[in-house]
C-alpha cells in the first residue's frame, strides 16, 4: 500500500491522473479486502476526485456504502452516477438495486423501465422488476415479468432457480407452473417428481372441471409407476366418466 500511494503521487505530480485514479482505485481495494471501510471509502473517493467518471470506482464505493450500512449516501451517489451515465444499463441497475434494498420500490422500478427502454431481452432487468412486484405485494405481475426470465433460465440450465420460482407461483397459476415443473422434471429425468407433479396436476385439472386433462396427466404418471394402485383406480374412474361426457355430447348433437 505505501509503494501504491508513492506511485500514485509521482503520477499526481507529472500530471498523469488517470494512473494516478487507478493507483488510488487498487489501494481502496486493498482496504477493503483487508475490512479497513474507512480507509477504502477515503481511496475511492480521491480516485473519483481525480477523475470523477471512473466508473469502477462508482461501483466499487457504492457497494461499499451498502455494507457499511449507508443506505443514505449509496443511494445519493447512485443518482448522481446515472447523471453521468444515463444510457449505462449497469448502472441503471445498479441504482434500482441501491433503490429496492433502500425500499424505494417506484424509483427502483423506474430506473429498471429505464434500462429496459436501452435493453428489451434485459433478463436481470426482468428479474428485480419481478421482485419489486414481489415487494409491492403484487404476485399476479410479479409472474408476468417473471416468465421470460424462467425460459432464460432454462436456457441457461439453471434449474434450482427456476424450480424455486415456479415453487413460489404455485398459487398464481397452478397449471402453467404444474406443466413446467413437469417438463423440467423429464429434464432432469427425475422421474419421482415427474410423478408427483403430473398427480398434483390431474388434481388441479379436475378441480377445474378438465376431466380430460386430469386423465391425460394420470395416465402418464401411471406410466411411469404401474404398481400404484392409486392412479390406476384414477386412470379407470376418469376414463369412464369421460366416456360418459363424450356419450352425452354425441346424444346432444343427434
Not at 434494498?101 to 424509483?107: M, N, T
Not at 415479468?145 to 415456479?166: G, S
Amino acid at each position: 500500500i505505501p509503494l501504491r500511494n508513492k506511485v500514485a503521487e509521482i503520477y499526481a505530480r507529472d500530471g498523469l491522473m488517470p494512473e494516478s485514479a487507478k493507483q488510488y482505485l487498487q489501494i481502496a481495494k486493498l482496504y477493503s479486502e483487508k475490512g479497513e471501510l474507512e480507509k477504502a471509502v477515503g481511496l475511492y473517493r480521491k480516485a473519483l476526485d481525480i477523475q470523477p467518471i471512473d466508473k469502477p470506482a462508482i461501483m466499487g464505493l457504492n457497494f461499499l456504502y451498502e455494507k457499511m450500512g449507508n443506505m443514505g449516501m449509496a443511494v445519493e451517489q447512485m443518482k448522481e452516477a446515472v447523471s453521468l451515465f444515463p444510457q449505462d444499463p449497469e448502472i441503471l441497475l445498479r441504482c434500482a438495486e441501491i433503490h429496492i434494498v433502500a425500499d424505494k420500490l417506484d424509483e427502483a422500478e423506474e430506473y429498471l423501465r429505464a434500462v429496459l427502454s436501452i435493453e428489451q431481452a434485459n433478463i436481470r432487468a426482468k428479474r428485480l422488476i419481478g421482485d419489486v412486484y414481489i415487494k409491492k405485494g403484487n404476485k399476479d405481475q410479479a409472474w408476468v415479468e417473471y416468465l421470460p426470465v424462467l425460459d432464460e433460465m432454462l436456457l441457461d440450465e439453471n434449474y434450482d432457480d427456476a424450480i424455486k420460482i415456479l415453487e413460489s407461483f404455485k398459487d398464481i397459476d397452478p397449471v402453467e407452473t404444474g406443466r413446467r415443473l413437469v417438463s423440467l422434471y423429464m429434464q432432469l429425468d427425475d422421474h419421482l417428481k415427474v410423478i408427483s407433479e403430473l398427480t398434483a396436476l390431474g388434481g388441479i385439472y379436475i378441480e377445474k372441471g378438465k376431466q380430460k386433462e386430469a386423465l391425460n396427466c394420470y395416465k402418464e404418471a401411471f406410466k411411469m409407476n404401474p404398481d400404484d394402485a392409486s392412479l390406476r383406480d384414477k386412470v379407470v374412474e376418469l376414463e369412464k366418466e369421460v366416456g360418459r361426457s363424450q356419450i352425452s355430447i354425441q346424444a346432444e348433437k343427434d
